[in-house]
């Protein structure tokens, strides 16, 4: 599996705004602010910085039901997941669900990113990483 790459390291928020200025410290670049993933009921939000080839991605609910809302009962913040980009979508998920990992939402299409695929998957080693890229 070496076609993976990190593309962001993702935190379920309670405030986008709260975070901002919180990673701002590092990550001082608002790429993309409060978008609404509709098929996941959240808005994402992108900071990066000049010197790193990651970003970092916020994860507030916009309405129930969401997947980071129990995240959220306790702590303000809460590290989500490790996404990768891979070259090939379908092959990559494939490749990880015989190396033990389990499939934690299907394949969707992003609104984000036209013809962009993305899923989360889970192993106990990895614990919880998003896999994003193009079938």
């Given at each position: 599996?070496?076609?993976?790459?990190?593309?962001?390291?993702?935190?379920?928020?309670?405030?986008?705004?709260?975070?901002?200025?919180?990673?701002?410290?590092?990550?001082?670049?608002?790429?993309?602010?409060?978008?609404?993933?509709?098929?996941?009921?959240?808005y994402?939000?992108?900071?990066?910085?000049?010197?790193?080839?990651?970003?970092?991605?916020?994860?507030?609910?916009?309405?129930?039901?969401?997947?980071?809302?129990?995240?959220?009962?306790?702590?303000?913040?809460?590290?989500?997941?490790?996404?990768?980009?891979?070259?090939?979508?379908?092959?990559?998920?494939?490749?990880?669900?015989?190396?033990?990992?389990?499939?934690?939402?299907?394949?969707?299409?992003?609104?984000?990113?036209?013809?962009?695929?993305a899923?989360?998957l889970?192993?106990?080693?990895?614990?919880?990483?998003?896999?994003?890229?193009?079938?």
């Amino acid at each position: 599996m070496n076609n993976m790459k990190l593309d962001h390291i993702s935190y379920a928020v309670r405030s986008t705004e709260e975070a901002i200025k919180a990673f701002s410290i590092y990550y001082n670049k608002v790429d993309v602010n409060k978008y609404l993933e509709k098929g996941q009921n959240v808005y994402i939000t992108y900071l990066s910085n000049e010197s790193s080839d990651h970003r970092i991605e916020l994860v507030e609910p916009a309405g129930n039901p969401n997947p980071v809302e129990s995240m959220l009962k306790t702590s303000p913040s809460v590290l989500y997941h490790v996404c990768y980009r891979v070259k090939n979508f379908s092959e990559t998920v494939d490749q990880l669900k015989k190396n033990g990992f389990y499939m934690v939402t299907a394949p969707f299409e992003t609104t984000f990113e036209t013809d962009v695929w993305a899923s989360h998957l889970f192993s106990q080693q990895w614990g919880l990483i998003e896999i994003i890229g193009r079938k």
